[in-house]
Structure formats: C-alpha cells, structure tokens
C-alpha cells in the first residue's frame, strides 16, 4: 500500500513557474511507475505526465510537452513535477498517482493509489 501527498501547489502569474512534490510512503517506492494527472473545474481528468524507475522513461500530454518536466528521486521518495511558463489554462488541481510495476501509463485505470491533490491556479 503506497500513500501519496502533494505539495507545491498554489497561485502564480502566466508565464511563471512552480514545482510540485508528491511525497511516497509504504509500498516499495522505486519500483512504482509514478504519474501527475489533473482535473481543471467542469472538466474530466486527465493525463499530465509519467515516469517509469529513471529520468530517461517518461512521456508527456502534449499540452505540457516542452514546458512540464517529471523526474524522481528514489532516496527521498519523492516524484517532481516542475511547472514553466504556465498558462491559465494550466489551472487545476493537481493529482500524483503510482502503479505496481515500473511500465508506464497514461490512463487513470491503470493506476493503483491516488493523492489528494494540490490547487494550480494560474492567473492571466
């Protein structure tokens, strides 16, 4: 059982930054496949990032591709989402998930343990 809390949300300008943190417990971190995903207001959730046991396994939306970054460190147990020029559209609250086994994934389904989330509001 892996329990999940998200941190580093909160209210930045468009074009500004911010870095989220999903901090793990239980289970066996480094051999979980970890993902952020998120759900703006009136919207469905959705996919964000993930990646699998090193920084060189991940994959992106393509709405974040080139301005979103994942990376993990499995000493602290921790999973990064670093957040660039962001845009309003980026608001959100965003959510950490992980899954048994290090392949990656892009569907919620397939995801074994969920956080609560962090608030992202960008403002224009």
């Known amino acids: 059982q892996v329990q999940l809390v998200e941190s580093g949300g909160g209210l930045v300008q468009a074009g500004g930054s911010l870095r989220l943190s999903c901090a793990a417990s239980g289970g066996t971190f480094s051999r979980c496949a970890m993902g952020w995903f998120r759900q703006a207001p009136g919207k469905e959730r959705e996919f964000v990032a993930v990646?699998?046991?090193?920084?060189?396994?991940?994959y992106y939306s393509d709405s974040v591709k080139g301005r979103f970054t994942i990376s993990r460190d499995n000493a602290k147990k921790t999973t990064y989402l670093q957040m660039n020029i962001l845009k309003p559209e980026d608001t959100a609250v965003y959510y950490c998930?992980?899954?048994?086994?290090?392949?990656?994934?892009?569907?919620?389904?397939?995801?074994?343990?969920w956080g609560r989330g962090t608030q992202v509001t960008v403002s224009s």
């Open positions: 990646i699998g046991w090193s920084d060189s396994i991940t």
């Open positions: 998930a992980a899954k048994d086994f290090l392949q990656i994934a892009t569907t919620q389904a397939a995801y074994d343990y």
